[in-house]
Structures are given as structure tokens and as C-alpha cells.
């Protein structure tokens, strides 16, 4: 025994022990103060390449303040758990590296899309990224980072386990704990101005080159805290709700001329004609040109580019704006979490049926919940629909002709008139380069990337053309008379950028949101309001929200106070909302604007104040998802043959027997809103089920003998 402790306490075994506590010591330095900065050089090297701004060096010699705030960002994120033991700490802070670097990646992905980075707002919208068709993930360094994650937690597991010296790591994680509450709390001082930290809602991207990605993040987390305006009060709100009140209208239109009012928003659709005619040698649009220049029509003043198509219809259905929500906020996902008043509810109390229409997925933009808190009478999503492919089969996204079908559908059938809210999506991103280009293009005054690229494009709104001119035709044999707001979104993003727009492509602009000038090339979309019945051609640029006023008062309906409120707008000679960040060159905000302000932070952000008032809305318990409540089924049989003709059940529906077991059913060409299928086996009992692509059950048919 004494020999054994002799051996143990020898000077060979001591050096041993001092030189492992020398090496864990390095190692835990390295994690302490290295890892933060080389995972710093990481996230601002991947993410300033696709920039063509500063540098990572030019960021450190220009804007060394900011460049230490964000050190000290991650070196207080990772340390924060200083306080665990060492082996869980180094494997916590190789987790957190990990997180840091996907969020990095997140953001290049996004900055190519649609040139913003990440912002606080968008992890209310990771869900969605699971609906995005053809989404390319960068799987390569993905794979390589887990590996790379997995062996150094292997490696640290078989680590001998050292002294833990508690005092350091209570003052490292309290000094990292005290820092972030600083940093984000601003009191007593704060880091962000005295990093000097420059905040350009308008320009995030920008914001990543001055203050860094995760500086450039909190900064505008930070102020997306939105303040109520100056003056804001229960009595203010009842005051305006009262000012803005229109006066009762009697209807002066017979029941049968009330027209069917129909908002169709299309995916990126922009006149090809925008980015020059001498690039064209026969006009892809001819039946949007000859509608467009026949009616109230001019420039949609959009306010998103690339994406955010749930914003530019938050506007055109609630009337309300998107310049008084901050940064890439989405009002569907964040917002609409209860009823507010919109231009559905007012054609709903004035007798008209309502129906949202989109033939993508119910669950995208969180649209199935926004429609009902919208006041919609139903929504028909692409889940109920007979669409040529399922979701996620990757043949792209559904043509219009679902979209148009549907509406052809609903105002041939209501007997009252109908307000229809419809999203076309044929016209989506990608457009990846096409090898014949596209026969509307003239080759030679292109290169061939553009002409490619922008072929994609131009074929596909030729495709979209064609069915607009196949409704407008259809919708001129109703008796009914029928109004038809019809506009893109935003302009398309394509990507690279410069490849169509830029001088390597059509010379359209070289920035994406540089002067003024640029701006309003890339955020005019044009549209037009086309009665089926007579039109006069009159020429008026307006924001979406302008739409609400103007088929209100075409259709000769009442209104509310956002309606009422936006006709005096026009009165006093504003047809549109400037852009925040544009005052100067598009004139201030009215009263009348200001007014607007006060009343949508009390609607999506305050006490909710005007549910007292006449804007008060409630819910729609009867409110439906899909073409009926109750499908109707007829089971037929005939030579040992089961069909089945079903009213309200989609093509891509599932059908199971007694047992709960799935059928295989062949599906027979049908009309939107029906299908007809036959069925094989011989099935005692059968009943339906739709699903969304989330294995959510939409619907489910009580069962049915088969006799």
C-alpha cells in the first residue's frame, strides 16, 4: 500500500496531472475567448461574400466598435453557460456554434431571395419553409458541420474530467448574463449606440455590412418593439371610429344588377413590357394589355419585392397599411390573431357571400386562420382542389387555371352576388433557365443567361395571360355584372439579380434598393379594375390599400370607417400611401393617414379599443374550410364496377373502407369542387378524408354502404 501511494504521488505522475491541467486549461481558454471570434470570422466571412460591401477587414479598420459589440455578442451567448460543468460547456458551446452557423446560412438564403436578412419576425415563419417548393438547402455544409459537431463530442466525452474552479465560472456567466440584460435593455448605457450601430429599416442589408450580422440582427429586434402613436386612448379611438363612420346608404341598385366584385392577386405578374418593349417580338399579355387599357387603371405601389405576398393582400383586404408595421414583419402570422374589420366583412353585411381563394397550401402565410379573422365565409385552399399534381411532388407550383375554375365555379352557382378574394400562384419563383428560352424573346438583343432566365419567366405569365383572358370571357355571358381588381403582387426575384435586371442582363436598374428612383422601378406593379359590363378607361396610381375604397364605392356599397376614412383620402387628391422612407420625394402623411395609423395600432397591436365601437367585428363560427360542409356522395355500382361522384371531395383525396384501411380509387376527370372516382376492391363501407401535405385531416366524410 505504501508503494502504491509512493507511485501515485511520484514526481512522473505529478508532471502528468500538471501537464493535463495545463492542456484542459488551454482548451477551456480556447472556448472561452476563440471559439466566439473564430466563430465570428465564420458567420461575417459567409455572409459578406454575397454582399459586395465591406469587407470583414474593412468591417473591422472602419467600424471597430461594432466589430467588438459582436464579439462581445457571441463571446456572452456561448459563456452564458460557463456555469455547467466543462464537458457539458464544451459540448453546449460547439451546439450553439452550430445554431449560429445555420442561422448564417439562413440569412445568405434569404439575402439572395429577397435581399433582406433574417429578422426577429421570420421564426414565426420556419414553419413555412417546409411549404416552399423546390427549396434548395445547402446540404453539402450542413452535413459537413454535423460531422464535424459529432466528433468533437466524442472527442470531448473522452476527456478525463478535471477540477471544476467554480468562482471564474460564477464571474464569467454573471458578466455574460449582465452583459446580454444591458444589450438588449439598453439602461444603463447602451452598447448599440455606443457601437455606433446604424439602423436602416429599408436597407437591412446594408445594416449587416455597418454592424455586423448578429449586431445588425439585435438591433432590429430591438426596435421591432412597435410604441403606440402619440395621443393613442379608448377616446381617441371611439372619436375617430365615430368621425369616420359613413352615413347609412339605401340601396339604389337592383338585387339582380349588384355586381360580383373578385380581387385577383397574381404571383409576380409585372407588364413584360416594363422592362422594355424592343426586347420582345410579340406581346406575351394581350389579354391583361387590352383589359389594363380599357379600364381604371395605372401602377400598384407595392410594398414588397421578391416575397411577402401575404402583406400586399393584408392591405388590399383590410384597407389598412403595411408602411405602419416595422422591419419584414408579416401581418398574417403575427397579427391576425383575431377579428378585424376588412372589405370581406363589408361585402358580408351587405349581403354578398365571401370566398377566399388560393390553390396552394391551407396552412401557408397562416392564411386559413387570417381568412376567418378577416370575416370570411370560407376559404378554398389548394387541398380542396383538383389539382394536376399533389403538393411537394416536385412539378412546381398549381397553374391559374384551378384558381380561375374555382371562381367560375362559385358565380355561376350563388344566387346572391359574391365577393371573391382569389391568390393566383402560377407566376412563383423559380424561374430557372429554360434551354429554348421563350418564342416572345428576341434572342439576339439578350445574353444568354438573361434570355433563359427571363424566358422562364415570360412563359410562364404568358401561361397566366391566357386563362385570365379565358375568365374575363366567361365572366362577360353572366347576366350578373361582375368587377375585377386584378394586380401582381411584386415584382419577380431573380437570382442572381444582375442577370436580368442589372447591366448584365436588361439594363432595368443596377440596385435593388438604392435611390428613390430605383426603388419605385422595382415596387410599381400595374393593375386594373375591369367591369364586365361597361369600363371607361381612366388612368390612377394607388397603394393596395385603395382598392378596398374604390370597389366599395363602384359596387355602390356602404363601406366602414377604414373605407370611408381612404375615400376621403382621395378626395383631398392622395390616391396612395407614400413610402416611409420617401416622404420627401412622395409627399407627408395626411391627417387622414395619421389617422389610419392610430386606429390599425389599436386593431393588430393595441387594447383593441374599437370592438366598442361600429368597427366592432366578431367571430365567424360558421366559417368553412373547403367547398362544403357536408359532401355529398353518390356510390354507384355496375358490372362489379364501384364509382363514386363526390361533392366537395378534390382529386387527391383519400378513401378508406370499414377497417380503416386505404383504398386504391382512380380518379376521373371532373370539375373543380366535385370528382369522380372508381374504386377498387369490393368495400362494404367507405368514407373520404382530405388531408393537407402535414398529414392534417381537413375533412372527414361519415362512412357510406356500398350497395
Same mark, same amino acid.
Given at each position: 500500500?505504501?508503494?502504491?501511494?509512493?507511485?501515485?504521488?511520484?514526481?512522473?505522475?505529478?508532471?502528468?496531472?500538471?501537464?493535463?491541467?495545463?492542456?484542459?486549461?488551454?482548451?477551456?481558454?480556447?472556448?472561452?475567448?476563440?471559439?466566439?471570434?473564430?466563430?465570428?470570422?465564420?458567420?461575417?466571412?459567409?455572409?459578406?461574400?454575397?454582399?459586395?460591401?465591406?469587407?470583414?477587414?474593412?468591417?473591422?479598420? #472602419?467600424?471597430? /466598435?461594432?466589430?467588438? +459589440?459582436?464579439?462581445? !455578442?457571441?463571446?456572452?451567448? &456561448?459563456?452564458?453557460? *460557463?456555469? %455547467? $460543468?466543462?464537458?457539458?460547456?464544451?459540448?453546449?458551446?460547439?451546439?450553439?456554434?452550430?445554431?449560429?452557423?445555420?442561422?448564417?446560412?439562413?440569412?445568405?438564403?434569404?439575402?439572395?431571395?429577397?435581399?433582406?436578412?433574417?429578422?426577429?419576425?421570420?421564426?414565426?415563419?420556419?414553419?413555412?419553409?417546409?411549404?416552399?417548393?423546390?427549396?434548395? #438547402?445547402?446540404? /453539402?455544409?450542413?452535413? +459537413?458541420?454535423?460531422? !464535424?459537431?459529432?466528433?468533437? &463530442?466524442?472527442?470531448? *466525452?473522452? %476527456? $478525463?474530467?478535471?477540477?471544476?474552479?467554480?468562482?471564474?465560472?460564477?464571474?464569467?456567466?454573471?458578466?455574460?448574463?449582465?452583459?446580454?440584460?444591458?444589450?438588449?435593455?439598453?439602461?444603463?448605457?447602451?452598447?448599440?449606440?455606443?457601437?455606433?450601430?446604424?439602423?436602416?429599416?429599408?436597407?437591412?442589408?446594408?445594416?449587416?455590412?455597418?454592424?455586423?450580422?448578429?449586431?445588425?440582427?439585435? +438591433?432590429?429586434?430591438?426596435?421591432?418593439?412597435?410604441?403606440?402613436?402619440?395621443? *393613442?386612448?379608448?377616446?381617441?379611438?371611439?372619436?375617430?371610429?365615430?368621425?369616420?363612420?359613413?352615413?347609412?346608404?339605401?340601396?339604389?341598385?337592383?338585387?339582380?344588377?349588384?355586381?360580383?366584385?373578385?380581387?385577383?392577386?397574381?404571383?409576380?405578374?409585372?407588364?413584360?413590357?416594363?422592362?422594355?418593349?424592343?426586347?420582345?417580338?410579340?406581346?406575351?399579355?394581350?389579354?391583361?394589355?387590352?383589359?389594363?387599357?380599357?379600364?381604371?387603371?395605372?401602377?400598384?405601389?407595392?410594398?414588397?419585392?421578391?416575397?411577402?405576398?401575404?402583406?400586399?393582400?393584408?392591405?388590399?383586404?383590410?384597407?389598412?397599411?403595411?408602411?405602419?408595421?416595422?422591419?419584414?414583419?408579416?401581418?398574417?402570422?403575427?397579427?391576425?390573431?383575431?377579428?378585424?374589420?376588412?372589405?370581406?366583412?363589408?361585402?358580408?353585411?351587405?349581403?354578398?357571400?365571401?370566398?377566399?381563394?388560393?390553390?396552394?397550401?391551407?396552412?401557408?402565410?397562416?392564411?386559413?386562420?387570417?381568412?376567418?379573422?378577416?370575416?370570411?365565409?370560407?376559404?378554398?385552399?389548394?387541398?380542396?382542389?383538383?389539382?394536376?399534381?399533389?403538393?411537394?411532388?416536385?412539378?412546381?407550383?398549381?397553374?391559374?387555371?384551378?384558381?380561375?375554375?374555382?371562381?367560375?365555379?362559385?358565380?355561376?352557382?350563388?344566387?346572391?352576388?359574391?365577393?371573391?378574394?382569389?391568390?393566383?400562384?402560377?407566376?412563383?419563383?423559380?424561374?430557372?433557365?429554360?434551354?429554348?428560352?421563350?418564342?416572345?424573346?428576341?434572342?439576339?438583343?439578350?445574353?444568354?443567361?438573361?434570355?433563359?432566365?427571363?424566358?422562364?419567366?415570360?412563359?410562364?405569365?404568358?401561361?397566366?395571360?391566357?386563362?385570365?383572358?379565358?375568365?374575363?370571357?366567361?365572366?362577360?355571358?353572366?347576366?350578373?355584372?361582375?368587377?375585377?381588381?386584378?394586380?401582381?403582387?411584386?415584382?419577380?426575384?431573380?437570382?442572381?439579380?444582375?442577370?436580368?435586371?442589372?447591366?448584365?442582363?436588361?439594363?432595368?436598374?443596377?440596385?435593388?434598393?438604392?435611390?428613390?428612383?430605383?426603388?419605385?422601378?422595382?415596387?410599381?406593379?400595374?393593375?386594373?379594375?375591369?367591369?364586365?359590363?361597361?369600363?371607361?378607361?381612366?388612368?390612377?396610381?394607388?397603394?393596395?390599400?385603395?382598392?378596398?375604397?374604390?370597389?366599395?364605392?363602384?359596387?355602390?356599397?356602404?363601406?366602414?370607417?377604414?373605407?370611408?376614412?381612404?375615400?376621403?383620402?382621395?378626395?383631398?387628391?392622395?390616391?396612395?400611401?407614400?413610402?416611409?422612407?420617401?416622404?420627401?420625394?412622395?409627399?407627408?402623411?395626411?391627417?387622414?393617414?395619421?389617422?389610419?395609423?392610430?386606429?390599425?395600432?389599436?386593431?393588430?397591436?393595441?387594447?383593441?379599443?374599437?370592438?366598442?365601437?361600429?368597427?366592432?367585428?366578431?367571430?365567424?363560427?360558421?366559417?368553412?374550410?373547403?367547398?362544403?360542409?357536408?359532401?355529398?356522395?353518390?356510390?354507384?355500382?355496375?358490372?362489379?364496377?364501384?364509382?363514386?361522384?363526390?361533392?366537395?371531395?378534390?382529386?387527391?383525396?383519400?378513401?378508406?373502407?370499414?377497417?380503416?384501411?386505404?383504398?386504391?380509387?382512380?380518379?376521373?376527370?371532373?370539375?373543380?369542387?366535385?370528382?369522380?372516382?372508381?374504386?377498387?376492391?369490393?368495400?362494404?363501407?367507405?368514407?373520404?378524408?382530405?388531408?393537407?401535405?402535414?398529414?392534417?385531416?381537413?375533412?372527414?366524410?361519415?362512412?357510406?354502404?356500398?350497395?
Amino acid at each position: 500500500m505504501l508503494g502504491t501511494r509512493r507511485q501515485i504521488y511520484s514526481p512522473l505522475h505529478v508532471n502528468k496531472r500538471t501537464r493535463f491541467s495545463i492542456w484542459l486549461s488551454i482548451i477551456t481558454i480556447c472556448f472561452v475567448f476563440l471559439l466566439p471570434l473564430a466563430l465570428m470570422i465564420v458567420c461575417e466571412t459567409l455572409v459578406r461574400k454575397d454582399l459586395n460591401l465591406y469587407t470583414l477587414g474593412q468591417f473591422f479598420d #472602419l467600424k471597430t /466598435k461594432a466589430f467588438l +459589440l459582436n464579439y462581445l !455578442i457571441y463571446f456572452s451567448v &456561448i459563456n452564458l453557460f *460557463y456555469i %455547467l $460543468p466543462r464537458k457539458l460547456y464544451y459540448v453546449t458551446s460547439l451546439v450553439i456554434s452550430g445554431l449560429f452557423i445555420l442561422f448564417t446560412i439562413a440569412n445568405q438564403m434569404k439575402l439572395e431571395l429577397r435581399n433582406s436578412p433574417i429578422m426577429l419576425s421570420d421564426m414565426s415563419l420556419i414553419k413555412e419553409l417546409q411549404g416552399l417548393d423546390n427549396l434548395e #438547402l445547402p446540404m /453539402k455544409p450542413i452535413i +459537413l458541420g454535423l460531422v !464535424i459537431l459529432i466528433v468533437g &463530442i466524442l472527442i470531448i *466525452y473522452f %476527456l $478525463p474530467k478535471g477540477k471544476e474552479f467554480w468562482i471564474p465560472k460564477t464571474l464569467l456567466f454573471t458578466g455574460s448574463f449582465v452583459f446580454l440584460l444591458i444589450l438588449w435593455n439598453e439602461k444603463p448605457i447602451s452598447p448599440m449606440a455606443q457601437a455606433n450601430l446604424w439602423y436602416t429599416r429599408w436597407r437591412p442589408e446594408l445594416g449587416i455590412s455597418e454592424n455586423g450580422l448578429i449586431g445588425n440582427f439585435t +438591433l432590429f429586434a430591438k426596435k421591432a418593439q412597435i410604441q403606440p402613436p402619440t395621443g *393613442y386612448s379608448e377616446a381617441k379611438i371611439k372619436e375617430l371610429a365615430e368621425k369616420y363612420q359613413p352615413e347609412t346608404k339605401k340601396q339604389t341598385i337592383d338585387e339582380n344588377e349588384r355586381p360580383n366584385v373578385i380581387y385577383i392577386m397574381s404571383e409576380a405578374f409585372v407588364d413584360p413590357y416594363i422592362w422594355g418593349k424592343q426586347y420582345f417580338t410579340k406581346d406575351p399579355t394581350p389579354n391583361f394589355r387590352k383589359a389594363f387599357e380599357e379600364s381604371l387603371h395605372g401602377f400598384m405601389y407595392s410594398p414588397e419585392y421578391g416575397g411577402g405576398t401575404a402583406n400586399v393582400e393584408f392591405e388590399a383586404v383590410t384597407g389598412l397599411s403595411r408602411q405602419f408595421l416595422p422591419g419584414d414583419d408579416v401581418a398574417y402570422n403575427q397579427y391576425l390573431n383575431h377579428p378585424v374589420p376588412s372589405v370581406a366583412r363589408v361585402f358580408d353585411e351587405a349581403g354578398y357571400h365571401t370566398t377566399a381563394i388560393h390553390a396552394f397550401k391551407n396552412w401557408y402565410y397562416q392564411r386559413s386562420t387570417a381568412y376567418k379573422n378577416l370575416g370570411f365565409d370560407r376559404f378554398i385552399s389548394g387541398d380542396f382542389m383538383n389539382l394536376d399534381f399533389p403538393f411537394n411532388s416536385g412539378n412546381g407550383y398549381p397553374s391559374d387555371r384551378h384558381m380561375n375554375d374555382s371562381i367560375l365555379k362559385i358565380v355561376k352557382e350563388n344566387k346572391n352576388p359574391s365577393f371573391i378574394h382569389a391568390v393566383g400562384l402560377e407566376g412563383h419563383m423559380p424561374y430557372p433557365r429554360e434551354k429554348n428560352g421563350s418564342p416572345f424573346l428576341d434572342k439576339a438583343k439578350m445574353k444568354m443567361a438573361t434570355y433563359e432566365t427571363f424566358g422562364t419567366y415570360v412563359n410562364k405569365l404568358n401561361s397566366v395571360d391566357k386563362d385570365l383572358g379565358r375568365l374575363l370571357g366567361e365572366l362577360k355571358k353572366l347576366e350578373r355584372p361582375t368587377i375585377v381588381v386584378f394586380w401582381g403582387d411584386h415584382f419577380p426575384g431573380f437570382t442572381p439579380f444582375q442577370t436580368v435586371y442589372g447591366e448584365e442582363g436588361l439594363n432595368f436598374t443596377s440596385s435593388l434598393n438604392g435611390s428613390f428612383e430605383d426603388w419605385m422601378k422595382l415596387h410599381k406593379v400595374p393593375y386594373f379594375v375591369w367591369n364586365s359590363k361597361d369600363n371607361t378607361p381612366v388612368e390612377q396610381d394607388v397603394t393596395p390599400n385603395m382598392f378596398s375604397q374604390i370597389v366599395t364605392e363602384m359596387a355602390d356599397i356602404e363601406g366602414n370607417a377604414v373605407t370611408n376614412l381612404l375615400t376621403q383620402v382621395m378626395e383631398g387628391g392622395t390616391s396612395y400611401f407614400p413610402y416611409k422612407q420617401f416622404t420627401k420625394e412622395m409627399g407627408d402623411y395626411t391627417n387622414e393617414m395619421k389617422d389610419l395609423e392610430m386606429l390599425q395600432y389599436d386593431m393588430l397591436h393595441g387594447k383593441r379599443y374599437f370592438t366598442k365601437t361600429a368597427l366592432a367585428t366578431k367571430d365567424k363560427s360558421d366559417y368553412l374550410v373547403g367547398w362544403i360542409k357536408k359532401p355529398k356522395i353518390n356510390i354507384t355500382k355496375s358490372n362489379g364496377e364501384i364509382l363514386i361522384h363526390a361533392e366537395g371531395i378534390p382529386k387527391h383525396a383519400k378513401l378508406f373502407d370499414e377497417s380503416d384501411e386505404e383504398l386504391e380509387i382512380t380518379w376521373k376527370k371532373s370539375d373543380e369542387g366535385t370528382s369522380t372516382f372508381k374504386v377498387k376492391g369490393k368495400p362494404k363501407k367507405v368514407y373520404f378524408e382530405v388531408q393537407d401535405d402535414r398529414k392534417t385531416s381537413l375533412l372527414q366524410t361519415k362512412k357510406y354502404s356500398v350497395n
